[in-house]
C-alpha cells in the first residue's frame, strides 16, 4: 500500500519519515533523492535551486522500485507525492514557524516566501483533493518528530483496520491559515 508523506517544504517530511523507518522499518521512498540521483528530471531551475521532475519517468521508475510489493506499507515521502500516491497525510505548519524552519535550512527570502504563501494558500491540500481518494492533515506546529510520528502511525493503523470511520482530528481542511495571507 503506497502512502504519501507531502506537504509544503520545512513541515517535517524528512525528518518524521526517516524516524518512522528506523522505528517501523516501513519502506520510505525518498522521492526527492530518487528524482536527483536518478535524473529524473527535465531542467534544473538555478534561480529557485530546484530540478524540475519529469513526473512520467517518476511514475515509471516508482513502478519499478514499488512492483510485487503492494501488500507493504510504502511511504513516499515528498511535496510531489499527492501527484501520485491515492492516499496522502498532508504535513502543515503555523506560517511563522515555517519561517523559521526555511530559514535555519538557508532558503532565501524569495523562496521562504513562495513556500509561505503556499502554505497558507493550502496549495497541497487543494492538489491533493484533485489528485488522490483519501486526505488526512497533521498540524506539526510545536511537535516533536516523535508526536508527528504517532499521528501518522494512527492514521496509518486506521487506514489498514479498513475502517471507513472518519478520523475528524485528521479531517482535511481544518487547518486553516488564510488570514495569514499578506
Not at 526527492?32 to 524540475?52: G, P, S
Not at 538557508?106 to 481518494?133: H, M, P, Q, T
Amino acid at each position: 500500500m503506497l502512502i504519501g508523506l507531502t506537504g509544503t517544504p520545512g513541515t517535517g517530511k524528512t525528518s518524521v519519515s526517516k524516524f518512522l523507518e528506523s522505528k517501523r522499518h516501513w519502506k520510505v521512498i525518498h522521492l526527492n533523492e530518487v528524482i536527483k540521483e536518478e535524473h529524473l528530471y527535465t531542467e534544473i531551475d538555478e534561480e529557485r535551486d530546484a530540478v524540475i521532475a519529469d513526473m512520467e519517468l517518476v511514475r515509471q521508475r516508482l513502478e519499478e522500485i514499488i512492483g510485487g510489493k503492494e501488500n507493504e506499507v510504502i511511504i513516499l515521502e515528498s511535496h510531489l507525492a499527492h501527484y501520485i500516491a491515492d492516499i496522502v497525510i498532508i504535513l502543515r505548519a503555523y506560517p511563522p514557524e515555517l519561517k523559521m524552519r526555511l530559514k535555519a535550512r538557508g532558503y532565501s527570502e524569495e523562496k521562504i516566501r513562495e513556500n509561505i504563501e503556499a502554505e497558507a494558500l493550502d496549495v497541497i491540500l487543494v492538489e491533493a483533493f484533485e489528485w488522490c481518494k483519501k486526505v488526512f492533515e497533521i498540524n506539526t506546529t510545536g511537535k516533536s518528530i516523535e508526536e508527528t510520528e504517532q499521528h501518522i502511525e494512527k492514521i496509518i493503523d486506521h487506514i489498514l483496520s479498513g475502517s471507513e470511520e472518519e478520523l475528524s482530528e485528521y479531517k482535511p481542511g481544518s487547518i486553516d491559515w488564510i488570514d495569514l495571507v499578506p
